[in-house]
Structures are given as C-alpha cells and as structure tokens.
C-alpha cells in the first residue's frame, strides 16, 4: 500500500528549476532513502510533502490526499526530523520536547523517558545551550516518542556523534517493525546501506535511479589502496575490479563487496604492506559518473 506517492513534480524559482518531473513512491512499513548529493533537491521536494511549498507542477499525496491542501490533516500524522533544528533558547530541552508532543497530540510519555535515556539526553538544560547534536536530538526523541505512521527525516544524523547514530539507526529499524514507514534523505551511503529497503538517487533536481539495494549493488564498492611487497600483476584481471590506477608501486581501485574475499586473498600472495579502505561517498560517485558521461556524450542514465 502507497503512503507517499509523487509523480511529475516540478518546482520552480523564477527561472531556476529546483525540481524537474521527480517520481517518487513509499510504501507501508517501508524504509525509503532518498539521496543524493547537497543542493541536489531533497529538502525542496521534502518541504512541499508538507506543504510548506507549493508545487509549480505535478502530484505530491501522502495518506492519498494532496500534501498542499491537506497539509493540516496531513500533519496529524507525520513526523518530521529536519538537518537544522532551532528551538526556542530559553525553554529546556525537555519543555521542547513537550511542546513537540502536544502539537502532535498523539505522544507516548513513557516512550519519551526510554527515548531520552536511550539518546542519553539532559533534558533539564536550557535550549540555547545545546550543540547542534543535542538539538538534534530533541527533534529525534519528540519525532520517535509519537505514533506517527510516516516519518519524514532530512538529514537527521546532522551533528550527531557515531554512537548517537547506531541509536537512531535503531529507532528507524523500530518503526520499521511496528509497521510504519519512513522517509530518509542522506547523503551519508552508509546511514542508507544499514535501514533502506530502497532508494530513490536526486541529482540536479532528477531522479537519476531507484531500485532496492541489491538492485543497485554498484553503489556499495569499496575504495581500496594497495602496496605489495613483490610487483602486483593482472589484478586488472579479477572480477570485480573497477577504475584500477597505478601509481608507481602503489595501486587504487574499487571492488565489488561481493568479491572482496577472493581480491583480498589475491593480493596477499604478494606479500601487502598497505592496504587502505573506504567506502565511496555519493559526492564521489556522483562527480565520477557525471565527468565521464559528459566526456562520452550520453544522458543520464542511472550511476553505473
């Protein structure tokens, strides 16, 4: 069953296209990454999903009703999470969230003190105290403590630290499982690789590809650099290898997750002295494919 549905939505700003015909659709218990890199038009489409902006063209429904004029109804059940959160400063974190619950009106207090333990928040301190992090949570901890049955998260991580992280992981993965869905923009691949059940990719204001994980299996490569004791020949020749540099004795490539094992069990018999990894990030796999698209010639047709 659809819970958020958009197709053909186009926004404009004067003569700037921030949004051109995106498609997009969320199911029920469903965990949707949209991503892509900053700028590329995540919070536009976000803030008219709840109707803060006004579509220059196209649909945008959740609940099946019109996210602009049924914005009010709309919002009774929906939970939204924003990259920025700016609070009242004189009132405490705990007042905050308070407040939060109220004008949701559908809050579970016992939930909140789990929550607030959980996110090992002092909610006693006055606002205009907190670091980014600690604002985040306040957003987080109201957003999760209500029974929402979407929950609209713009780059909810902001500011918080890697411990902070696998916590709200675990809230995501809880609504998750209570049947809810979830609507997570990120330009942090790996937040997405860990809670999505698929992913809708924005550049430039286009949807570029969407399709599960597995689908989009080239987006999970890694990034590795390698020196060997003995000269590194035919690594070119293994499967799963992809834009292979030599750089005097020093080589960087990506693999294929599913191919590591076999790459890495390869290498050793030259006997390894470095080896670096990381996971790609979107800015990176965006410029990559973009750069040789232009100089080949071709459209957009999905990161390859």
């Given at each position: 069953m659809s819970i958020l549905k958009i197709e053909n939505l186009t926004k404009k700003f004067g003569s700037f296209t921030a949004l051109d015909g995106v498609d997009m659709e969320v199911n029920e218990g469903e965990v949707y990454g949209f991503i892509g890199p900053n700028g590329a038009g995540k919070s536009t489409t976000i803030r008219i999903l709840l109707g803060m902006l006004k579509a220059t063209q196209g649909e945008a429904e959740i609940f099946g009703k019109d996210a602009w004029s049924h914005a009010v109804d709309i919002h009774k059940r929906v939970a939204y999470v924003p990259g920025d959160v700016n609070l009242w400063p004189n009132l405490t974190g705990g007042e905050v969230i308070d407040l939060?619950?109220?004008m949701n009106g559908n809050a579970n207090h016992e939930k909140r003190e789990q929550l607030i333990k959980k996110f090992d928040f002092d909610p006693t301190k006055k606002s205009r105290t907190y670091s980014k992090g600690n604002r985040q949570k306040v957003a987080l901890i109201a957003a999760f403590a209500s029974d929402a049955d979407l929950y609209i998260l713009d780059e909810p991580t902001s500011g918080l630290d890697p411990l902070m992280e696998k916590v709200f992981q675990e809230c995501v993965l809880d609504a998750k499982a209570a049947g809810k869905s979830v609507l997570l923009s990120s330009h942090i691949l790996s937040e997405v690789e860990k809670l999505c059940d698929r992913v809708g990719i924005i550049r430039q204001g286009k949807m570029v590809e969407t399709g599960t994980l597995e689908e989009l299996r080239h987006l999970t490569r890694t990034h590795l650099t390698v020196q060997t004791k003995q000269p590194l020949t035919a690594l070119n020749e293994l499967?799963?290898?992809?834009?292979?540099?030599?750089?005097?004795?020093?080589?960087?490539?990506q693999v294929d997750t599913e191919e590591m094992d076999a790459v890495i069990r390869y290498i050793s018999r030259f006997g390894i002295l470095k080896l670096e990894s990381a996971p790609p990030t979107l800015e990176d796999l965006f410029m990559r494919h973009y750069q040789s698209e232009e100089r080949a010639g071709t459209g957009a047709e999905g990161i390859r």
């Open positions: 939060f619950m109220k499967k799963g290898i992809h834009n292979l540099e030599e750089k005097g004795s020093e080589f960087t490539f």
